[in-house]
Each structure stands twice: as C-alpha cells, then as structure tokens.
C-alpha cells in the first residue's frame, strides 16, 4: 500500500514539472526574446544606418547652400582667450571698432585686391543716399545683362527702388545692380563714378570702382582698409543697418510670384550676436566676407578678403568673436 502511495506521488510530482517547464522560458529563451532582434527591428536598425550615412552625404555635398537657423554657432559664444587674435587663413584682414574706427586689427589691409560683391555696400550707400526710395523703378533689357547671380527680372517690370535694394543686399543678384545704377545715374559707367566719389568722400581713397556689382574688370580694385571705412558707412546707414540684418527676404515679382531669398552671409545664421553685412566671391577675389556685429557697449566690423571657401566663414566669426570681447 505504501509502495503503491509513493508511487502515485511520484507520479503527479513528474507530471507537474512537466507542466512547469513547458509554460516558462528558460532564461536563455528570455534573453533570446530580449536581446535578439527581430527582422523588423533589423530593418529599422539599417534604414536608420542609411539615414544617417546619407546625411552626412549630403551634408558634406551642401557647402554652397545657407545653413538653416538651427545650426549651432559656429565658434563659441566667447573666444577662450580674448588676448589673442585667431590665426586665419584670407590674404587681407581688417578689424575695427564700428563706432570709432579704432583699428584692432589688421594683415595687408591696404594691399589692392578684387573686393567682389563686397563693394555692392557701397552701390548700396550711394543708391540710398539718393534717397526716394519708395520711387519705382522700370527694368530695361540692358539691366538683364549680367552673369552669374541674376534675380532674373524682365525688361519692361516696374519695382519699387527699397525691394530691389533690399534683394541686392540679401542675395547679391548682378542683374539688380545694374538695374539700380543705371536707375541712380543713367548708366553703369556715371554710376561707378558717383561710388568713386562717394569712396573718396569718406576717405577709402585707395580703391577704384567701375561697375556696381563687384563683377571682374581691370583696373577695378579696393582695400581691406578701405572696405572697412565703407562698412563702418553703410552700418551708420539705418536703411542698410535693417536689410542686411535679414536672415532671409520674399520677393514679389511683377508677375506676382513670390520668391524667398536666403541671405548669403553664413555667419549671420551662425553666431547669435553677428547683425550681418556683405558676401562677395569671384575666382579671382577668392572668398571675402564683410561682417558686423554687437554686444552691449560694443560694434565690430570684419573685413575678411581671398579666403577659402570654408575658411571665410571661420575666419569672419573668429575674428568678430575676439573683436567683441577684446
């Protein structure tokens, strides 16, 4: 009897483990749950491999284009050590003290070179201190003559002087700089030489200009130096000073079709304190960039002339950084 009670026993008890071990994982079927994952996850795993790989891609690809505002600053908000000035890269160099004219720094600022679009600020000085600004202005087939930057307006169009200024500074279509000059003066000839006055009148007397758009011709030439008595100019400009600030711009054509213009100064995008300025580039210019900027008791100008094309932007957002914190 007692035989055949441990035998029933054992019986169940077997049946029970049986049961037990079928309903629970081992812990390697648990980690195997865990840890392994699915053909799902796998997809999910490469495609955001190939997201990220293309990205980069395209970011490597995408020098050329204007950074959205997101983009971290490009240098520190202060420079690490203000007592020293950034080593850069461009063949001219030139750091003043907006207000003042105080010279904080300066390498071959008065050795002549192509300025490029950087002149456009004095095209710009010129054509607003014609002022009437609200005036329009009708578009003729000899405006449209103009490589390589074109807004594309048509003869016979009418605009307003402010919006085709306001284009000029923000996007530096060659098109709308002749159209302004020969606006302002009847031809682009007698306007390069108004700007030449204009120059010697605030004492930029080593440059030379011929047309207003910064496009190459011999003989057409300025300074770093000279270039920031211009810039300090155009930042006294209460016009000038509210465009050039503009991270981007919509143009209305005649046609009623809009457009948005990104503006071409990378480091206004990048640096919270920079408050804008000129771009400017030709092959035989090379990279230059006017820049300004502010803080409290504090305005800085930039000249940066025949950088490259990635060190123009470091360079300008350096050397403004030191400027304002020197």
Known sequence: MKRRLRWIIFVLCGSLCVCQAQSTPSNDDQTD??????GVHKRKHTTTKGSRAHKRAADSSDEDKTPEPALAPAVPTQPSDPNRVP??????VMVVDARTGQILYEKNAD??????STQKLLTALVVADTGYLDRQVAVEPIDTLAEPVKLNIRPGETYQRIDLLRALLVKSPNDVARCLARDNAGSVDAFAEK???KAQQLGATHSHFLNPNGLPIPGQYSTARDLAIIARAAYANPTIRSIVCLPQLVFRYASGRTRELENTNKVLKRLPYCNGMKTGYTEAAGHCLIA????PGRDVI????????????ADAASLLSWGLWL
């Not at 050795?111 to 490029?116: D, G, K, M, S, V």
């Not at 300004?292 to 803080?295: A, D, E, I, N, T």
């Not at 930039?302 to 932007?313: A, I, R």
């Open 33 to 38: 749950a865990v840890v392994r994952p699915t």
């Open 111 to 116: 050795q002549p070179r192509p300025a490029a």
């Open 302 to 313: 930039v000249v940066v002339l025949g950088d490259t094309k990635s060190g123009v932007w």
């Open 292 to 295: 300004s900027g502010s803080r």
């Open 195 to 197: 700007m030449n006055a």
């Open 87 to 92: 080593n850069t890269r461009a063949n001219s």
